[in-house]
């Protein structure tokens, strides 16, 4: 009789145990399945964001809005905390991808496989893509969360080379997103506020016109810059002014700064002009790049930008691609040399 209550109960523990098993912690495979199966079937989704910058000059936080509808259809609103006029989105649709100003009515369009060509922190499929990547990725759970850190594709900042991923249990959508530097440091965090799966959209939310409807004119934008107030990058890999030329144009004026040393360089700094860029966006061949302070088109040795009115043009056969960005980088809110 003892034998026998001793059997049912090592077969009792046993089924006890199997259903604890079934019941545990999901593994990383099966996250990453989930995961990955989530993002494949999705027909769209729509989050809100707030993006904390700290890799430029100073400080940089942006509300950022994102939409995605099936075949590669996105619109991200970058808008500015401190600069209103410096809002910004990137958009692409079947006719390509374009980072559009409203403010100054204008857009440039990439020849770019954006977002695939590198991590891109508030995009789900983006996030997904880099856990699959990535097969050594730390992996563990909280009460809520599922966490991975995983490497990152920054071609142009090889100083993020990490990225903290939290994901909600419940959805499996992103929650936070920290990326960080060799040191483990956070230098762009990402929180998410809202992630709503497969919402509805109307045709013209992807349209490239439409997007002008979240700005001012460009005729107001413009006749408020009257002077061109000249910046200077803080940081020049060494090189020194020498050299700085003005030249009147019909709607303001055009400043070219030559740095010579060993990592020579040339800024051209002038005011937007007045004229809608809107339906013939100014092609361009080459990456999106974040600045802190707006984005900027990277495009061999040559990066251009717009902000608070003046277009930026920075060239260099000297400086490597990293370089050429932290240049661009420091030039925001400077005026003095």
């Known amino acids: 009789m003892r034998k026998k209550h001793m059997l049912s109960f090592a077969i009792l523990l046993g089924m006890l145990v199997l259903f604890l098993a079934g019941c545990g912690e999901k593994s990383k495979e099966d996250v990453v399945k989930k995961l990955d199966s989530q993002v494949s079937g999705l027909k769209g989704y729509k989050s809100k964001a707030e993006m904390k910058m700290n890799t430029g ?26 600069d209103e006029k410096g809002n910004q989105i990137i ?15 204008k857009s440039f369009k990439f020849q770019s496989d ?50 903290e991923i939290r994901f909600n249990k419940k959805n499996f ?7 960080l530097d060799k040191d483990k440091k956070a230098l762009v965090e990402v929180s998410f506020s809202e992630f709503k799966l497969d919402p ?7 349209a490239l016109d439409q997007q002008k409807k979240s ?31 003005e030249i009147e144009l019909e709607n303001g004026k055009r400043v070219i700064l030559t740095y010579s040393g060993d990592k020579e360089f040339t800024l051209v700094q002038e005011n937007a002009g007045a004229v809608s860029a ?16 707006t984005l900027a088109a990277l495009n061999g040795s040559t990066i251009e930008w717009s902000q608070g009115g003046v277009d930026y043009k920075l060239a260099s056969d000297a400086l490597t691609k990293e370089e050429l960005i932290n240049v661009a980088k420091s030039v925001h809110g400077t005026n003095s040399k």
């Open 173 to 179: 959508t992103p929650e936070l997103v920290r990326v």
């Open 91 to 105: 958009l692409k649709n079947a006719d390509g991808v374009f980072v559009v100003t409203p403010a100054l009515n």
């Open 215 to 245: 700005g001012s004119s460009a005729k107001t934008a413009s006749a408020e810059v009257k002077t061109l107030s000249v910046a200077y990058p803080v940081e020049t890999s060494g090189a020194a002014l020498s050299e700085k030329k």
């Open 114 to 163: 954006w977002p695939e060509s590198s991590s891109q922190p508030y995009l789900y499929q983006s996030l997904v893509q880099d856990v699959k990547k990535d097969k050594d990725a730390e992996f563990k759970t909280t009460e809520k969360h599922y966490i991975f850190i995983t490497k990152t594709n920054y071609q142009s900042n090889s100083n993020l080379p990490y990225q």
């Open 57 to 82: 000059e100073s400080p940089q936080k942006y509300d950022l809005d994102v939409w995605y509808k099936e075949k590669e259809h996105y619109r991200v609103s970058l808008a500015n905390v401190d």
């Open 200 to 206: 509805s959209f109307k045709a013209e939310d992807f």
């Open 278 to 293: 809107m339906t013939e966006p100014k092609e361009l061949k080459g990456d999106i790049v974040n600045l802190g302070h």
